[in-house]
C-alpha cells in the first residue's frame, strides 16, 4: 500500500505495495519442454513413483481430511508428509490460553459475517452489511475465503475449512476477462492455496494454485523479464499502473513473487516458475549500479533501468526486502546470493535512511532523489520484525545489533499507536515539525486493520519473550473490540484521532489471513509454526522450508 496515505474510503486499499490514486507514487508447455538447470533441482525434485495415503497433518486427535490426495491430471505425484508444528495445545498459562481463545472468537465473528453478508464476494461491508470488492482482483472472486484457508485451519476451525474448500472446488474461477494486480494476487491467492495445502494435503489446493500460476506467467512477457504489474487474466495482456513512474515496475510487486514462485516449480514439477525468480528478475538486479546501494522502487520493464530513483522501506518497496531474506531462509540456507543482496540492502538502508529523532525513536525515512522525508508508514513497521528475524543469520557481531534494531522499530510503531485516541496506528507518521510519531496530514490518519505492528510483535515475542510484545498485543486486540468491531464483523477507521468512530466500512481480506493470525501465535506456544520450520508470505500464509537434499553418511562401527 501507499507510504502516502489515501483516503480511508479508497476501495480496498493493498496489502503492500498499493498503487496511489494518479495523483501520487503504490507455462506453458511440460517440464520435459523447459531447460532444467542444476541449480534448480532442490526445488522441482523429481516426485516419486507412488503416493502416501493417509490421514491430513491433523493426527494425534486432530481432525481428519477426507479427500483424495490422487493428483489431478496434468501434476506429478508428491509425497505428503504431515507437516511440523500445526497441532494447536492449549497454552498452559491460564490467562495466555484467555486472551488467545479470544482471538479466536475474533475470527469467529469476522468470518461468520463475512459468511452471512458477503459470501462468494472478495471482501465484506461489516456497517452497511454487503458486499465489497477491489479491480485489484479483476472478477476473481473468494478472496476473503482463500485468504483466510490457513488462518481457519490452525484455529481448528474445521467446519469453517471444508466450508471453504468446497466453495473453492465448485467457484473459484481463474478464467476471467479482466486485469488483475499481479502482485496482489499472488500473495493473497497463490499464497493462500499453497499454504492450505501445505497444511492439509488437500490435493485440490495445489492444483488450484499451480493452474493460477501458470495464469500469472504471461506477464513476464517484456523486453527485460521485469514482469507488469497489471495482467488480464484470459489474454494474457500485461501493462503497469498508469501512475507508476516512467511506465515502471514495482519494485515491492516484482520482488515480491520469488517464495511463491518455488513452491509452485516445486509442487508442479515444472522449473519455469523458479527460473523467472531465480534468473529474470535477479539478472536484471544484479546488473543494474544502486544508487548509494540502494534499490529504487521504479524499473522499467521495456529497458531495464532504473526509473525515479524513490527509495522507501515502506510502501512499493517493502517486502522485496522481506523476501530476500526469506528466500535465503526457504532454500535451507543455500540460496547464498539472496543472503547476500539482503544484507547489502540492509547496510545501505542504515547508511542512508534509518534515524533517531531528538526524543529517541528510531525510525526508517525515505530518500527521493537525494532528498530525504522523515516519514515513516504503517507498512514500514514489518522492518522490525524483518530486522529480528535476519539477526541471527548475520555475522555474530552483527546479531544482536539487528535484534535490537528490531526493536527499536517495535518502539517506534508502538509510540504511532500510543499517541491516538484509538489506540491504533495511522497510516503513515512524521518526525518534523516538531512532532513524533504522529500523522500531521488528514490523508495519513486512516487505519485500515494492517497488521504489520502486530507482525513486528510476533517476530519479536518468538525470538526474545520480552513480555512487553504480548502486552502491546493485547494493547491491539482491546483497540480492535473497542474501536473496530461492529455487529457485522470488524471495519477500519478513517480518523484514529477521533474521539468517536468513523467507519470505512470495509473488512479487509488481510484481517483474516494476518493480523489474526499473527495475535493468534503472540499468544501460541512456539511450537506452533515453528519459525525454523515455517516462513510466512508476504500476506502471512505459511510456506515450509525446502530442505536441501543433504547426504548423510553413517560411520561404521
Same mark, same amino acid.
Not at 508442479?268 to 534499490?295: C, D, H, W
Not at 499473527?518 to 506456544?525: A, R, W
Given at each position: ?289 544502486? #544508487? =548509494?546501494? *540502494?534499490?529504487?522502487? !521504479? $524499473? ?9 530513483? @524513490?527509495? %522507501? ?81 548475520? #555475522? =555474530?557481531? *552483527?546479531?544482536?545489533? !539487528? $535484534? ?9 510503531? @508502538?509510540? %504511532? ?141
Amino acid at each position: 500500500a501507499p507510504v502516502t496515505a489515501t483516503p480511508a474510503t479508497h476501495a480496498a486499499p493493498l496489502a503492500r505495495a498499493a498503487p496511489p490514486p494518479p495523483s501520487r507514487p503504490r507455462p506453458r508447455g511440460t517440464p520435459g519442454g523447459v531447460h532444467w538447470p542444476a541449480t534448480l533441482s532442490l526445488w522441482c525434485p523429481k516426485p516419486p513413483e507412488e503416493i502416501q495415503k493417509g490421514p491430513s497433518a491433523r493426527q494425534g486427535g486432530g481432525w481428519r481430511s477426507s479427500a483424495s490426495r490422487e493428483p489431478e491430471r496434468g501434476l506429478p505425484a508428491l509425497d505428503f508428509a504431515p507437516p511440523v508444528g500445526v497441532e494447536s495445545r492449549e497454552p498452559a498459562d491460564p490467562e495466555v490460553a484467555e486472551k488467545r481463545a479470544k482471538i479466536a472468537q475474533m475470527m469467529k465473528h469476522a468470518w461468520d459475517n463475512y459468511k452471512l453478508y458477503a459470501w462468494g464476494l472478495n471482501e465484506l461491508k461489516p456497517v452497511s452489511k454487503g458486499g465489497h470488492s477491489s479491480s485489484l482482483f479483476g472478477n476473481i472472486k473468494g478472496a476473503t475465503i482463500v485468504d483466510a484457508l490457513d488462518t481457519l485451519f490452525i484455529m481448528g476451525m474445521e467446519d469453517e475449512f471444508q466450508e471453504a474448500k468446497l466453495w473453492i472446488e465448485k467457484n473459484l474461477d481463474f478464467n476471467v476477462n479482466a486485469e488483475v494486480s499481479v502482485f496482489e494476487v499472488n500473495i493473497r491467492f497463490v499464497g493462500g492455496l499453497l499454504s492450505a495445502y501445505y497444511l492439509s494435503g488437500e490435493e485440490i489446493f495445489r492444483k488450484k494454485a499451480v493452474e493460477l500460476g501458470v495464469k500469472l506467467l504471461p506477464a513476464f512477457h517484456t523486453p527485460s523479464g521485469i514482469p507488469w504489474a497489471l495482467l488480464n487474466m484470459k489474454s494474457g495482456i500485461g501493462r503497469n499502473w498508469p501512475w507508476a513512474s516512467g511506465g515502471s515496475s514495482i519494485l515491492a510487486e516484482f520482488g515480491t513473487l520469488h517464495l511463491e514462485f518455488m513452491h509452485l516449480s516445486h509442487l508442479s514439477g515444472n522449473p519455469v516458475f523458479a527460473e523467472k525468480v531465480m534468473f529474470s528478475i535477479r539478472t536484471v538486479l544484479n546488473q543494474l549500479k544502486k #544508487p =548509494k546501494g *540502494l534499490y529504487p522502487n !521504479y $524499473l522499467n520493464p521495456s529497458s531495464g533501468q532504473w526509473g525515479q530513483h @524513490h527509495v %522507501s522501506v515502506g510502501g512499493l518497496g517493502d517486502s522485496f526486502y522481506e523476501y530476500l531474506l526469506k528466500a535465503w531462509l526457504m532454500s535451507d540456507r543455500t540460496d547464498v546470493e539472496a543472503k547476500k543482496m539482503y544484507f547489502d540492502a540492509v547496510q545501505a538502508i542504515e547508511n542512508h535512511l534509518i534515524h533517531k529523532s531528538s526524543g529517541g525513536l528510531t525510525y526508517i525515512a525515505e530518500w527521493k532523489g537525494g532528498l530525504l522525508e522523515h516519514k515513516m508508514g504503517h507498512l514500514t513497521c514489518f522492518a522490525g520484525g524483518m530486522f529480528a528475524l535476519g539477526a541471527k543469520e548475520a #555475522p =555474530k557481531a *552483527l546479531a544482536r545489533h !539487528y $535484534l535490537e534494531l528490531g526493536a527499536e522499530i517495535a518502539r517506534t510503531c @508502538h509510540e %504511532s499507536y500510543n499517541r491516538t485516541f484509538m489506540k491504533l496506528g495511522p497510516e503513515a507518521f512524521r518526525f518534523d515539525g516538531g512532532v513524533e510519531a504522529i500523522a500531521t496530514r488528514q490523508n495519513e490518519k486512516y487505519y485500515i486493520l494492517r497488521p504489520e505492528v502486530i507482525e513486528t510483535y510476533m517476530y519479536m515475542w518468538r525470538l526474545t519473550h520480552d513480555p512487553k510484545y504480548r502486552k502491546w498485543a493485547w494493547e491491539a486486540v482491546e483497540a480492535l473490540e473497542n474501536h473496530c468491531r461492529v455487529s457485522g464483523g470488524y471495519s477500519g477507521l478513517r480518523d484514529v484521532y477521533l474521539v468517536h468512530e468513523s467507519y470505512d466500512d470495509v473488512q479487509q481480506s488481510f484481517f483474516l489471513a494476518e493480523t489474526l493470525k499473527y495475535l493468534y501465535l503472540i499468544f501460541s506456544d512456539d511450537d506452533l509454526l515453528p519459525l525454523e520450520h515455517w516462513i510466512f508470505n508476504s500476506e502471512a500464509h505459511v510456506l515450509p522450508v525446502l530442505r536441501a537434499n543433504k547426504e548423510v553418511k553413517v560411520k561404521e562401527k
